[in-house]
């Protein structure tokens, strides 16, 4: 029998562990794998119970949430036997939804039984783990509003996004994409390794998880009256051919600024120095995927 362990935040309500238990027992093949659900009771506790669930030999470890408890879990199992997969809980699943996991938790879990894997490329930026994606511009205070927000869902991320789109200055970044050297006014600075941010925002379309490269996307200073056409570009994929869209392809990033506080990865916002270094981890991770 092959061991699963799912990872879940309790704090999420009993009510939505009984279902996800209940869901467990209906749809995964028990002629093949056995489980066992451990329960997150503080933060980054998700690291901790996946880096010693893949030693306990653990075949899947299923991360339950969130694209931040879905980053908890890939920051214990990166480089360990052990697959990741995905029951999609969370408001935004960009990696979910990059990798075309069903949001639909039974879909999700008799996804696990096909035991379909690949191995994917993550990133480390300023010593962390993230697979999506790494941003210092109007992503980084977009993901900081959004966490200190009690609500979820995409109209109260419409809603920070519309307010603060406004207010935000852009910077002037210095950027080193493998050590050639580039100088931008950007709104927005992101180095994606997957496509999207969330709710089907494609700030790099043409993401790979498995080429080995990241894609840095910037958005230059635009006229702000612009704010809507730029969304749909990103919504529909197209956002690549704006003129106020730079794309480059690269291995290691390096972005500096003096008033460089904040790094969003994830989602998840750090605090940071004036200098971030962001490196490739080539094929890192394994993942169940359909």
């Known amino acids: 029998m092959k061991k699963i362990l799912f990872i879940i935040n309790p704090k999420s309500g ?3 562990v009984k279902a996800l238990k209940s869901l467990i027992d209906q749809n995964l093949d028990h002629s093949i794998f056995e489980y066992k659900i451990a329960h997150t009771e503080y933060a980054k506790h998700g690291t901790e119970i996946a880096r010693q669930g893949a030693a306990d030999g653990f075949h899947i470890i299923v991360a339950v949430g969130g694209d931040g408890s879905v980053n908890d879990v890939i920051a214990g199992l990166h480089n360990t036997n052990a697959a990741l997969a995905i029951i999609p809980k969370g408001s935004g699943n960009g990696l979910a939804r990059s990798m075309k996991i069903p949001l639909d938790s039974a879909k999700a879990i008799q996804l696990i039984n096909k035991e379909k894997k690949i191995t994917i490329d993550l990133g480390k930026a300023d010593g962390k783990i993230f697979v999506s994606n790494a941003g ?9 509003k959004f966490a200190k927000s009690n609500r979820r869902g995409m109209a109260i991320y419409s809603w920070i996004v519309t307010k603060y789109l406004w207010m935000y200055k852009e910077k002037v970044w210095q950027i080193e994409v493998d050590g050639t050297p580039i100088k931008e006014k950007a709104f927005i600075l992101t180095v994606a390794n997957a496509a999207q941010f969330g709710y089907n925002f494609k700030i790099a379309p043409h993401a790979d998880l498995q080429d080995g490269l990241f894609d840095i996307v910037i958005i230059k200073k635009y006229p702000k009256i612009l704010g809507a056409v730029i969304a ?6 197209s956002i690549l051919k704006s003129k106020y869209v730079l794309h480059f392809k690269g291995r ?34 394994h993942v169940i995927i359909p």
């Not at 749909?232 to 994929?237: E, L």
Request: hydrophobic share 40%; net charge negative.
């Open 14 to 16: 009993m009510d939505r």
């Open 252 to 285: 290691s990033i390096t972005i500096r600024h003096p008033e460089l506080s904040l790094l969003q990865m994830d989602g998840d916002v750090y605090k940071c120095g004036t200098e971030v270094k962001i490196e490739m981890q080539p094929a890192s991770l």
């Open 232 to 237: 749909i570009r990103a919504f529909n994929g």
């Open 136 to 144: 210092v511009g109007f992503d980084a205070l977009v993901a900081r």
